[in-house]
């Protein structure tokens, strides 16, 4: 008797355990769903670290950059690329219009381009335009036939995405570069074409005592409180991250929607598959227990 009525109580416990757990994981995905539509969007930068790669990856850095390849990776990667990445942005927060890859890539050039002629100092301008102009001198032009780079990349965009060559890929983006030197839009005109918007913009000069990673999360900072400025949608400082990373080949930006976006949906399957299993063995226990009752 005694027996039975210590079964009958475990029964109890465990149906409202199961119950307890079944309300607590629903909750978790409801919450966070939730979260993630009310929350404020932000911006992820990548920055590659130099000297970080394996052995190809570094040899081609150095080979690419020169003489003082250190510093030149520091100035192209540290302090003109976090522009550049923070203009991807600029288009993320303002209307990103249907552009191809390559059609990206030239515009935020020449936004980040234009961006240090107007707010830059003259002598990392200039070397800008060297280190440019050495990487191209050391790669090889896949375009053949007078083919735009931009059009050879969207041509290649399929081949480039899946296995990406160095040498192309780093061309395209140094021709890339080198076309926006090249171009004499204003700032304005720029910010026009990647967001439709119409900006008033302040001449300022930004100086920076050096080229680490410090001052490169610091250039992304003071972008992005020029582009709130001049009226224009982007994350205040707490919602954006600069991340380094030990790929030195690996820069880019994303939001922070988009990351939420590619692992929420796993973090789901996972929980509910979580939940299947563990109703299944309290279904088996309770079972048990009730033909013992
Ligand atoms: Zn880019």
């Not at 210590?6 to 409202?16: C, G, H, I």
């Not at 280190?131 to 790669?139: E, F, G, K, R």
């Not at 080229?211 to 994350?235: C, F, H, K």
């Not at 590619?262 to 996972?270: E, G, S």
Request: charged share 25%.
């Amino acid at each position: 008797m005694k027996k039975q009525k210590n079964e009958k109580n475990k029964l109890k416990k465990l149906k409202a355990k199961r119950i307890i757990y079944n309300v607590v994981i629903s909750l978790v995905i409801i919450v966070f769903s939730i979260l993630l539509k009310i929350v404020p969007d932000g911006l992820m930068v990548y920055t590659g670290r130099y000297g970080t790669g394996n052995e190809e990856e570094n040899a081609f850095i150095n080979k690419v950059m020169g003489p003082n390849a250190e510093d030149n990776y520091k100035l192209y990667f540290y302090w003109y690329n976090v522009v550049h990445e923070s203009g991807h942005g600029l288009m993320m927060f303002n209307g990103n219009k249907k552009q191809t890859y390559a059609e990206n890539e030239m515009l935020v050039n020449k936004f980040a381009v234009a961006y240090w002629r107007r707010f830059g100092e003259e002598e990392k301008i200039i070397k800008l335009e060297q280190i440019v102009d050495y990487a191209l001198s050391q790669l090889n032009n896949p375009a053949k036939n007078g083919q735009s780079i931009v059009e050879w990349f969207n041509e290649n965009y399929e081949n480039q995405m899946k296995n990406q060559s160095f040498n192309d890929y780093g061309y395209f983006q140094f021709a890339s570069v080198k076309e926006a030197l090249e171009s004499d839009k204003s700032l304005e005109d720029i910010v026009y074409e990647m967001t439709d918007k119409r900006v008033t913009i302040t001449d300022k000069l930004l100086t920076y005592n050096s080229i680490d990673e410090e001052s490169s999360t610091q250039v992304i900072m003071d972008a992005s409180d020029n582009y709130r400025e001049w009226g224009l949608n982007y994350p205040e400082h707490d919602m954006i991250v600069h991340n380094y990373i030990n790929q030195p080949n690996n820069h880019y930006s994303t939001t922070l929607k988009n990351v939420y976006d590619a692992i929420m949906p796993k973090v789901i399957v996972i929980l509910i598959i979580q939940m299947a299993i563990v109703n299944f063995i309290y279904y088996k226990k309770i079972k048990k227990l009730s033909q013992g009752v």
